[in-house]
């Protein structure tokens, strides 16, 4: 879902390298990669996407409660977006910022969808092209200088004020979408159901979207994320279940500019969300981890073009330690340093009456400090 401009921008420096964990990941790192900026009680009861104008300013959103919540990062702290102009939604899905005065937001209410400018100053409201998506509610938006794009059941952009739909073949998704200019931008879903049905990416090269080569992921696969470097390198990745094994069976594939190749690897027993290019041909890669004995911990993997290794994230104060449940579902770089900002949620533990909170949770890369060497 999602903005990860920066990295188009300059080659950032890796500020992910911390203590990894082998790719065959038994235990936890003795120290974490990352660090907690916002977890606890806060106006975000789950994070669904996050993108940054530079250190200093980004946006995530999610919601609580059934309400939409939008956060603020101002460069010290986290802070609810107290912007004028915000209509009530049960959900925000999805923010792209381009500059501190052209941010974009998506949302849904019911069956109603909203769509969302910040100008530096206010919020306004954008019609929007096409009915709510009601098969995927999370609706994808990717924003660039001079233009808008959205996906859900067909294909949108919007530039000048003026909305252009491309038509999907039926039972089509458009579930995540990545420009790297107003005239290259990726996108990536389904075709459902995902039994029977098959992965489809797409590419727009300023005047139309094009079919690509279906992307050799295992069969039962649901792509449901998408990152693009260059051309000649862009990532589609998801999962599969299967009746006989409990865990997820995770798929990433790379694009060359001329062929598709399977880099899965290593990646292992791991719900994909979200995955982003780390400025050296490489990728970072969260969702939600599903390999004993750290059932559901806070999981990073990076590829570095040939190795996997996985990376323990940070836990929360007050997040459980018994049963852990951290789900990532998105990552966005934070400024231009390399590091990045990862947005999710966790479960706290059982109260006397055996009810848990969920609380939104924003995790942030920090320095790098020794590695161990990864599985491949």
Do not use: C
């Amino acid at each position: 879902m999602l903005a990860r401009h920066l990295l188009r921008t300059a080659a950032v420096s890796l500020a992910l390298g911390s203590t990894l964990l082998t790719a065959g990941g038994a235990g936890a790192a003795g120290s974490s990669g990352w660090e907690v900026s916002l977890s606890g009680s806060s106006p975000a009861g789950s994070l669904l996407s996050v993108s940054s104008v530079d250190d200093d300013l980004a946006w995530a959103v999610g919601s609580k409660d059934g309400q939409g919540a939008i956060m603020r990062w101002d460069g010290v702290e986290w802070s609810e977006d107290t912007a004028p102009g915000l209509p009530d939604v049960w959900q925000w899905s999805a923010v792209s910022a381009v500059a501190a005065d052209d941010v974009w937001a998506y949302g849904s209410v019911g069956r109603d969808q909203a769509l969302v400018h910040y100008d530096g100053e206010r919020w306004s409201t954008v019609p929007t092209a096409g009915a709510a998506d009601q098969a995927w509610p999370e609706v994808p938006i990717d924003a660039v200088p001079g233009r808008l794009f959205k996906g859900g059941n067909a294909l949108y952009t919007y530039s000048g004020g003026t909305w252009e739909t491309f038509a999907l073949p039926p039972s089509v998704d458009i579930r995540d979408i990545e420009a790297l200019s107003a005239d290259d931008a990726y996108a990536t879903g389904m075709r459902y159901p995902v039994k029977g049905g098959h992965p489809v990416t797409y590419h727009w090269d300023g005047t139309t979207w094009t079919l690509m080569d279906t992307p050799p992921v295992r069969a039962g696969t649901d792509t449901a994320t998408v990152a693009a470097e260059s051309p000649d390198s862009v990532y589609v990745a998801g999962w599969a279940t299967d009746p006989e094994v409990t865990e997820p069976i995770p798929s990433v594939v790379h694009w060359n500019g001329t062929t598709w190749e399977d880099v899965t690897g290593a990646l292992a027993t791991f719900y994909v969300h979200a995955i982003a290019p780390d400025g050296h041909g490489g990728l970072w890669v969260t969702g939600n981890d599903q390999a004993e004995p750290a059932h559901a911990g806070p999981v990073f993997w990076h590829f570095d073009g040939t190795t996997w290794t996985k990376e323990a994230g940070a836990t929360a104060p007050d997040g459980d330690t018994r049963w852990p449940s951290y789900t990532f579902y998105d990552l966005a770089p934070a400024g231009d340093s390399g590091a990045f900002w990862a947005v999710g949620d966790y479960s706290t533990p059982l109260d006397a009456h055996g009810d848990r909170t969920v609380n939104g949770l924003i995790e942030r890369s920090t320095a790098p400090s020794t590695a161990v060497t990864g599985g491949s």
